[in-house]
Protein backbone atom coordinates (compact mmCIF):
# COMPACT_ATOMS: atom_id res chain seq x y z
CA UNK A 1 0.00 0.00 0.00
CA UNK A 2 2.59 2.44 0.77
CA UNK A 3 4.90 1.71 -2.26
CA UNK A 4 1.41 1.96 -4.18
CA UNK A 5 1.51 5.40 -3.20
CA UNK A 6 4.97 6.57 -4.57
CA UNK A 7 4.65 4.54 -8.33
CA UNK A 8 1.72 3.58 -10.56
CA UNK A 9 4.25 1.04 -11.90
CA UNK A 10 3.57 -1.45 -9.19
CA UNK A 11 0.07 -3.26 -8.94
CA UNK A 12 -1.88 -0.88 -7.16
CA UNK A 13 -3.72 -1.73 -3.37
CA UNK A 14 -6.67 0.08 -3.00
CA UNK A 15 -7.50 -0.94 0.77
CA UNK A 16 -6.52 -3.33 2.97
CA UNK A 17 -8.77 -4.04 5.77
CA UNK A 18 -10.80 -6.75 7.86
CA UNK A 19 -13.99 -8.39 7.74
CA UNK A 20 -15.96 -10.87 10.37
CA UNK A 21 -17.91 -13.67 8.76
CA UNK A 22 -21.16 -14.95 9.72
CA UNK A 23 -19.43 -17.67 12.33
CA UNK A 24 -17.31 -15.36 14.15
CA UNK A 25 -14.09 -15.43 12.29
CA UNK A 26 -12.17 -12.22 10.70
CA UNK A 27 -10.58 -12.51 7.62
CA UNK A 28 -8.19 -10.28 6.00
CA UNK A 29 -8.54 -8.55 2.60
CA UNK A 30 -7.19 -6.87 0.05
CA UNK A 31 -8.35 -4.92 -2.60
CA UNK A 32 -6.52 -4.14 -5.74
CA UNK A 33 -6.52 -2.31 -9.34
CA UNK A 34 -7.95 -4.66 -11.68
CA UNK A 35 -5.50 -4.82 -14.86
CA UNK A 36 -6.29 -5.70 -18.52
CA UNK A 37 -3.82 -7.69 -20.24
CA UNK A 38 -1.30 -11.06 -19.57
CA UNK A 39 1.59 -11.61 -17.72
CA UNK A 40 5.03 -11.72 -19.45
CA UNK A 41 5.03 -15.43 -18.67
CA UNK A 42 1.94 -15.75 -21.19
CA UNK A 43 3.18 -12.81 -23.73
CA UNK A 44 6.57 -15.39 -24.27
CA UNK A 45 4.39 -18.06 -24.72
CA UNK A 46 2.24 -16.81 -27.51
CA UNK A 47 5.33 -14.47 -28.73
CA UNK A 48 8.24 -16.63 -28.45
CA UNK A 49 11.56 -15.73 -30.04
CA UNK A 50 14.76 -13.70 -28.86
CA UNK A 51 14.11 -10.13 -28.36
CA UNK A 52 16.76 -6.65 -29.62
CA UNK A 53 18.25 -5.14 -26.84
CA UNK A 54 16.38 -1.67 -26.71
CA UNK A 55 12.86 -4.03 -27.05
CA UNK A 56 13.85 -5.71 -24.24
CA UNK A 57 15.07 -2.50 -22.02
CA UNK A 58 11.73 -0.57 -23.09
CA UNK A 59 9.89 -3.28 -21.64
CA UNK A 60 11.34 -4.32 -18.33
CA UNK A 61 12.07 -0.31 -17.76
CA UNK A 62 8.73 0.40 -15.84
CA UNK A 63 9.10 -2.75 -13.81
CA UNK A 64 12.86 -1.92 -12.84
CA UNK A 65 11.95 1.93 -11.97
CA UNK A 66 9.10 0.01 -9.99
CA UNK A 67 11.90 -1.46 -8.72
CA UNK A 68 14.09 0.99 -7.80
CA UNK A 69 11.44 2.92 -5.86
CA UNK A 70 10.98 -0.58 -3.64
CA UNK A 71 14.89 -0.66 -2.75
CA UNK A 72 14.76 3.26 -2.18
CA UNK A 73 11.93 2.53 0.47
CA UNK A 74 13.59 -0.31 1.65
CA UNK A 75 11.72 -2.98 0.35
CA UNK A 76 13.08 -6.23 -1.57
CA UNK A 77 10.26 -8.24 -4.09
CA UNK A 78 12.80 -11.40 -3.92
CA UNK A 79 10.49 -12.79 -6.40
CA UNK A 80 11.18 -11.21 -9.87
CA UNK A 81 10.01 -13.54 -12.26
CA UNK A 82 8.22 -13.49 -16.08
CA UNK A 83 5.01 -14.46 -13.83
CA UNK A 84 5.30 -11.54 -11.63
CA UNK A 85 5.43 -9.00 -14.59
CA UNK A 86 2.14 -7.20 -15.84
CA UNK A 87 2.23 -6.08 -19.67
CA UNK A 88 -0.76 -3.71 -19.92
CA UNK A 89 -3.10 -3.84 -23.23
CA UNK A 90 -2.67 -0.26 -22.77
CA UNK A 91 1.01 -0.31 -22.66
CA UNK A 92 3.35 -0.45 -20.05
CA UNK A 93 4.65 -2.74 -17.38
CA UNK A 94 3.50 -3.04 -14.02
CA UNK A 95 5.24 -5.50 -11.06
CA UNK A 96 2.90 -7.83 -9.25
CA UNK A 97 2.96 -10.07 -5.98
CA UNK A 98 5.19 -8.95 -3.15
CA UNK A 99 4.53 -11.76 -1.33
CA UNK A 100 7.65 -12.90 -0.09
CA UNK A 101 9.02 -9.71 -0.09
CA UNK A 102 11.94 -8.22 2.50
CA UNK A 103 11.79 -5.61 4.30
CA UNK A 104 14.81 -3.93 5.89
CA UNK A 105 15.28 -3.63 9.32
CA UNK A 106 16.63 -0.18 10.18
CA UNK A 107 17.54 -1.33 13.70
CA UNK A 108 20.09 -3.43 11.94
CA UNK A 109 21.10 -0.93 9.51
CA UNK A 110 20.05 -2.72 6.46
CA UNK A 111 18.69 -6.44 4.85
CA UNK A 112 20.11 -8.68 7.53
CA UNK A 113 19.87 -12.49 7.21
CA UNK A 114 16.06 -13.58 7.72
CA UNK A 115 15.87 -16.04 10.51
CA UNK A 116 15.23 -19.80 9.72
CA UNK A 117 16.65 -22.70 7.36
CA UNK A 118 14.55 -22.00 4.58
CA UNK A 119 14.22 -19.65 1.65
CA UNK A 120 11.14 -18.88 -0.65
CA UNK A 121 12.50 -18.58 -4.18
CA UNK A 122 11.45 -19.78 -7.51
CA UNK A 123 13.45 -22.08 -9.34
CA UNK A 124 14.96 -20.85 -12.31
CA UNK A 125 15.00 -17.04 -11.09
CA UNK A 126 16.37 -17.15 -7.81
CA UNK A 127 19.59 -15.27 -7.30
CA UNK A 128 22.60 -17.41 -5.97
CA UNK A 129 22.07 -16.38 -2.06
CA UNK A 130 18.41 -17.66 -2.13
CA UNK A 131 19.93 -20.89 -2.80
CA UNK A 132 23.40 -20.50 -0.60
CA UNK A 133 23.08 -19.13 2.98
CA UNK A 134 26.75 -19.06 2.73
CA UNK A 135 26.80 -16.42 -0.34
CA UNK A 136 25.05 -13.26 2.07
CA UNK A 137 21.65 -12.03 2.68
CA UNK A 138 18.82 -11.28 0.12
CA UNK A 139 17.94 -7.55 -0.56
CA UNK A 140 17.51 -5.22 -3.37
CA UNK A 141 20.57 -6.84 -5.18
CA UNK A 142 18.44 -10.36 -5.18
CA UNK A 143 15.84 -8.35 -7.44
CA UNK A 144 18.72 -7.20 -9.65
CA UNK A 145 20.15 -10.80 -10.47
CA UNK A 146 16.52 -12.22 -11.47
CA UNK A 147 15.78 -8.91 -13.50
CA UNK A 148 19.15 -9.19 -15.17
CA UNK A 149 17.92 -12.97 -15.81
CA UNK A 150 14.69 -12.13 -17.09
CA UNK A 151 16.51 -9.76 -19.59
CA UNK A 152 18.54 -12.60 -20.90
CA UNK A 153 15.87 -14.85 -21.22
CA UNK A 154 14.04 -11.86 -23.21
CA UNK A 155 17.14 -11.83 -25.41
CA UNK A 156 17.74 -15.14 -25.90
CA UNK A 157 14.56 -15.99 -27.03
CA UNK A 158 13.67 -19.02 -24.46
CA UNK A 159 14.43 -20.01 -20.69
CA UNK A 160 17.79 -19.50 -19.99
CA UNK A 161 18.06 -21.85 -16.20
CA UNK A 162 16.86 -25.36 -16.11
CA UNK A 163 14.03 -25.53 -14.48
CA UNK A 164 12.74 -29.35 -14.59
CA UNK A 165 15.22 -30.40 -12.48
CA UNK A 166 16.14 -28.48 -8.96
CA UNK A 167 19.75 -29.79 -8.36
CA UNK A 168 20.76 -28.86 -11.85
CA UNK A 169 19.22 -25.45 -11.67
CA UNK A 170 21.03 -25.00 -8.05
CA UNK A 171 24.33 -26.35 -9.37
CA UNK A 172 24.19 -23.93 -12.35
CA UNK A 173 23.05 -20.93 -10.20
CA UNK A 174 26.02 -21.58 -8.10
CA UNK A 175 28.91 -22.18 -10.41
CA UNK A 176 31.18 -19.45 -11.10
CA UNK A 177 31.85 -20.40 -14.40
CA UNK A 178 28.11 -20.10 -15.80
CA UNK A 179 26.93 -16.81 -15.54
CA UNK A 180 23.67 -17.03 -17.44
CA UNK A 181 24.97 -13.66 -19.51
CA UNK A 182 23.48 -12.59 -22.98
CA UNK A 183 27.13 -14.01 -24.78
CA UNK A 184 26.58 -17.31 -22.41
CA UNK A 185 23.75 -17.85 -25.10
CA UNK A 186 25.49 -16.63 -28.33
CA UNK A 187 23.46 -13.50 -27.93
CA UNK A 188 25.54 -10.69 -30.01
CA UNK A 189 26.07 -7.96 -27.65
CA UNK A 190 28.78 -5.20 -27.12
CA UNK A 191 31.74 -5.62 -24.65
CA UNK A 192 29.75 -2.59 -22.61
CA UNK A 193 26.36 -4.60 -22.55
CA UNK A 194 27.89 -7.75 -21.77
CA UNK A 195 30.10 -6.30 -19.20
CA UNK A 196 26.73 -4.83 -17.76
CA UNK A 197 24.79 -8.75 -17.53
CA UNK A 198 27.80 -9.57 -16.21
CA UNK A 199 28.07 -7.48 -13.09
CA UNK A 200 24.31 -7.73 -12.58
CA UNK A 201 24.95 -11.66 -12.58
CA UNK A 202 27.68 -11.86 -10.45
CA UNK A 203 27.63 -14.87 -8.33
CA UNK A 204 28.23 -12.83 -4.73
CA UNK A 205 26.12 -10.54 -4.20
CA UNK A 206 28.98 -7.56 -3.37
CA UNK A 207 30.16 -8.18 -7.13
CA UNK A 208 26.06 -6.50 -8.09
CA UNK A 209 24.79 -3.47 -8.60
CA UNK A 210 23.31 -2.46 -5.21
CA UNK A 211 19.76 -1.89 -6.60
CA UNK A 212 17.43 -1.63 -9.73
CA UNK A 213 17.93 1.67 -10.52
CA UNK A 214 21.81 1.63 -10.87
CA UNK A 215 21.38 -1.64 -12.96
CA UNK A 216 18.90 0.22 -15.28
Given at each position: A????????I??SH?????TS????R?????ME???????AE????H??P??L????EL??????????A??S???H??????????LD??????LDFGV?K?????EGG?AAT?????A????YA?????????G??G?WT????L???AT?LLV?K???????AK??L??LL???RRP???A?????????E?V?A????L??D?????A?A??
Amino acid sequence: AELSRKTTTIVQSHDLSTFTSADGKRHLYSVMEWLDGVTLAEHCRQHAGPRPLADVVELLRPVAEGLSVAHQSGVAHRDVKPGNIFLLDEGGAKLLDFGVAKVAAEHEGGFAATAGNLTAFTVGYAAPEQASRQLGSTGPWTDVFALALVATELLVGKRVAPTDDAKEALAVLLSPNRRPTPRAFNVDVSDRVEAVFAKALALAPDDRYADAGAFL
